[in-house]
């Protein structure tokens, strides 16, 4: 968070603590959304801060370099001005400062427990990544726009101790039976790499692999789900055990672990799980 928070007017200590909230969830949901994260405040009646910006890890991002501790005007950010005055999210198309490109920018207020709004969660996707978002099965669409408003109201604290996910990590969803609802190309080259069958949609996990029962069975608890994911990073070796980040070996016998490949769990919703 940007020093420069301080020098926001009308906010407490506690209001710094829920933007803190939101700043933890950032990083998670920026590699999920393939999106740059910036999370803004109110300098004054017609500037704005952006006191966090987080660049994704699993694409290039739409900044040289990372923007926290800009301030902007109503005329460079007006959506973004018009949350933090009003409190209602929408979404436009518009371009970065000093480049062409286009991108789709949605903004998400961030309110205090009384109801307040205090802040602003702008989301930023370059226009290829949001045409190819829009192209995936809805069930996966939905788990991303529930994860990216958990993000905006501070229910992803308890993330900031996953690693970052990268450009070669895979997703796959399942729901409260285990049964596997989406599953991405990485994630189905992962699998196959360590010679488990890779279609799987519609199959209950455990089906499929015998480790998986006891993971996503703790992955249900309100913060268990990310302290499993943390220690089970590199679930998929392959090896039939319960592995803690290769295997608990310095080197694990699976391509996949080798590779370093990823499973992450994401609780976005009552019914459903994103990993």
């Known amino acids: ?44 009646s017609n500037r704005g801060l952006i006191a966090r910006h987080v660049m994704p890890s699993s694409i290039a991002s739409l900044y040289p370099q990372e923007a926290t501790g800009a301030v902007f005007s109503e005329e460079e950010q007006p959506l973004v001005m018009r949350v933090l005055h009003g409190g209602r999210s929408g979404s436009e198309q518009r371009e970065i400062k000093g480049s062409r490109a286009p991108i789709i920018q949605d903004v998400y207020p961030v309110a205090n427990q009384a109801g307040i709004v205090i802040g602003a969660l702008a989301v930023q996707t370059n226009m290829f990544a949001h045409e190819r978002h829009h192209r995936r099965r809805y069930i996966f669409r939905h788990a991303v726009s ?7 109201h501070g229910e992803l604290e308890c993330a900031q101790s996953l690693s970052r996910f990268g450009l070669y990590d895979g997703i796959y969803l399942v729901d409260r039976t285990r049964t596997v609802l989406y599953m991405s190309g990485i994630s189905a080259n992962l699998f196959r790499s ?14 499929w692999s015998r480790w998986t029962k006891r993971w996503w069975m703790s992955c249900w608890g309100p913060a268990r789900a990310w302290r499993s994911a943390a220690r089970r990073r590199t679930v998929a070796c392959g090896c039939g055990r319960r592995c803690r980040c290769a295997c608990r070996r310095r080197k694990c016998p699976s391509s996949i672990g080798r590779a370093g490949g990823s499973c992450y769990a994401v609780e976005t919703a009552p019914a459903s799980t994103a990993c």
């Open 146 to 152: 529930c994860l990216l408003r958990m993000c905006a």
């Open 1 to 44: 968070m940007d020093p420069k928070i301080d020098q926001c007017p009308d906010l407490t200590a506690e209001d710094v603590a829920r933007l803190r909230a939101v700043e933890a969830g950032m990083y998670l949901t920026a590699d999920v959304s393939r999106s740059d994260l910036l999370l803004c405040c109110l300098l004054a």
């Open 194 to 207: 360590a010679g488990l069958t890779v279609d799987v949609e519609g199959q209950r996990a455990p089906t």
